[in-house]
């Protein structure tokens, strides 16, 4: 299986986003992922459609917007017109959300849904063959430089069987305190796309994070010390 890795901005120097969006793509970076965040849903506030669509203009590897906002549905239409080539909305601000997913399939935009940590992988269930990918989240969402939450594993393999039971091959992305300590136990639990900021962003060189990043997401799972 490939492993996709997605360096979020969130953790870049938001006065430079040109040069930190070139540096993941030097590494090898295969998504930009773009935390949107509305200060209501989460408590934090960042971007918006312009600076999507600059960063738009600036990469030439595919966007992946989260958002983090509450009625996504308002803003569909203008990240998909900024550029946005996945755009995921979090299930518990969605109360429609078969007709939010097809919403952004209608601008040939991939789909996706993200679950909070303590949001049960059951409720993806009725939609679970008509998604492009899950964001698991790992973190509480709101900001960067967070501790992976012990058990995210799991949840990740209950994701992974969740869209096989329902014929769905769609990947998982995973979002939130991924580094090269936990990237090869993530995809060994099933996850495809490794979300990183701080792993990448908060170090001096973030091409070579990426490529440090790819490489443990790739190697084989350490035992752990309890299987000695
Ligand atoms: C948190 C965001 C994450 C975050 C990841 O709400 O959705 O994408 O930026 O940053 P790290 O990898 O530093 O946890
Ligand atoms: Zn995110």
Same mark, same amino acid.
């Given at each position: 299986?490939?492993?996709?890795?997605?360096?979020?901005?969130? /953790?870049?120097?938001?006065?430079?986003l040109?040069?930190?969006?070139?540096? &993941?793509?030097?590494?090898?970076?295969?998504?930009?992922?773009?935390?949107?965040?509305?200060?209501?849903?989460?408590?934090?506030?960042? $971007?918006?459609?312009p600076? %999507?669509?600059?960063?738009?203009?600036?990469?030439?590897?595919p966007?992946?917007?989260?958002l983090?906002?509450?009625?996504?549905?308002?803003?569909?239409?203008?990240f998909?017109?900024?550029?946005?080539?996945?755009?995921? %909305?979090?299930? +518990?601000?969605?109360?429609?959300?078969h007709?939010?997913?097809?919403?952004?399939?209608?601008?040939?935009?991939?789909?996706?849904?993200?679950l909070?940590?303590?949001t049960?992988?059951?409720?993806? /269930?009725?939609?679970?063959?008509?998604?492009?990918f899950?964001? %698991?989240?790992?973190?509480?969402?709101?900001?960067?430089?967070?501790?992976?939450?012990?058990? /995210?594993?799991?949840?990740?393999?209950?994701?992974?069987?969740?869209?096989?039971?329902?014929?769905?091959?769609?990947?998982?992305?995973?979002d939130?305190?991924?580094?090269?300590?936990? &990237?090869?136990r993530? %995809?060994?639990?099933?996850? +495809?796309?490794?979300?990183?900021?701080?792993? $990448?962003?908060g170090?001096?060189?973030?091409?070579?994070?990426?490529?440090?990043?790819?490489?443990?997401a790739t190697?084989?799972?350490?035992a752990?010390?309890?299987?000695?």
């Open positions: 299986m490939s492993v996709r890795i997605a360096p979020s901005i969130l /953790s870049a120097d938001f006065a430079a040109g040069t930190a969006v070139a540096a &993941a793509e030097a590494g090898g970076a295969d998504l930009i992922h773009v935390d949107v965040m509305d200060g209501h849903f989460v408590p934090n506030l960042t $971007i918006g459609p600076v %999507v669509a600059s960063l738009h203009r600036a990469a030439t590897v966007l992946d917007a989260h983090m906002i509450t009625d996504p549905d308002r803003y569909i239409d203008r998909a017109d900024a550029g946005a080539a996945a755009i995921s %909305v979090h299930v +518990e601000t969605t109360p429609h959300l007709r939010t997913l097809e919403h952004i399939r209608s601008h040939a935009v991939r789909a996706g849904v993200a909070n940590p303590a049960a992988v059951s409720t993806l /269930s009725e939609v679970a063959a008509d998604l492009d899950v964001l %698991v989240m790992t973190v509480n969402p709101g900001f960067g430089g967070q501790k992976f939450i012990p058990g /995210s594993d799991a949840k990740i393999a209950r994701v992974r069987r969740l869209l096989d039971e329902a014929g769905n091959r769609a990947p998982i992305e995973v939130g305190g991924v580094d090269c300590g936990n &990237a090869a993530v %995809v060994d639990a099933g996850a +495809e796309i490794l979300v990183a900021g701080a792993a $990448i962003f170090t001096p060189d973030a091409a070579a994070a990426v490529r440090a990043l790819r490489a443990a190697a084989p799972v350490r752990t010390v309890a299987e000695g």
